[in-house]
């Protein structure tokens, strides 16, 4: 979870008052937080403002009727002063980065978590599954029981399983034996591996079995 925040504080002769905007991103769930709050006092006039947004992705066609009297964000906030936060934000989603580092983030955190199941697996069994074994829910269920399945699933991949060879939107599990050749006939003979993802920008992240 990755927090972002600006805060602003006005005094002047006639005018005192301030506010802070709280940005949430959160790597696993893909959600974003946005509170807004903020108070202003110009003479003998006062007024403040709350608000507290979740962006979470969804494939639901989102129907939205806009109140009688209501007025665009992008106004309101302008208004409030934060004209220069919000075209920064537009421009980094427009441009696909803040996506792109939340899946990033993501593909490092699902490798990550799977080189951990899969020494802890080594050090009860003394070798490694194959791959066949990564994509069977009852074996997954049977001997990798903390294991998020989410993991297993590229952001951005339909697939939901690991596959033999690197490719984009999906993590490639690579299992060998001694000599680097297949273990798959005989997942007691898997003594090494790679996990790989391949990020957005094109690169790769990787991790192998720990010497």
């Not at 972002?4 to 905007?21: E, L, P, R």
């Not at 980094?92 to 951990?116: F, M, P």
């Not at 009860?124 to 194959?130: A, F, L, R």
């Amino acid at each position: 979870s990755y927090p972002f925040f600006i805060t602003d504080q006005t005094k002047d002769a006639n005018t005192s008052g301030g506010g802070t905007v709280l940005l949430t991103l959160n790597s696993q769930t893909r959600t974003l937080g946005v509170k807004l709050t903020s108070q202003f006092k110009e003479s003998s006039t006062s007024f403040s403002f709350n608000a507290d947004l979740t962006f979470t992705p969804t494939n639901d066609v989102a129907k939205i009727s806009a109140p009688t009297g209501a007025v665009p964000l992008s106004q309101l906030l302008s208004q409030l002063g934060y004209a220069d936060l919000l075209s920064s934000l537009q421009s980094s989603a427009s441009s696909g980065s803040i996506t792109g580092n939340a899946n990033d983030s993501k593909r490092q955190a699902d490798i990550n978590s799977l080189q951990t199941q899969l020494e802890a697996y080594f050090q009860q069994s003394g070798n490694y599954p194959s791959l066949g074994d990564m994509n069977d829910d009852s074996w997954l269920t049977q001997n990798m029981p903390d294991l998020d399945r989410s993991a297993l699933q590229d952001p951005d991949g339909p697939n939901d399983g690991l596959v033999a060879t690197l490719a984009a939107k999906a993590y490639a599990y690579q299992p060998t034996d001694d000599s680097g050749n297949s273990c798959e006939a005989d997942d007691t003979q898997c003594s090494k591996y790679t996990l790989t993802a391949t990020l957005s920008d094109g690169t790769t992240y990787q991790k192998a079995n720990l010497d």
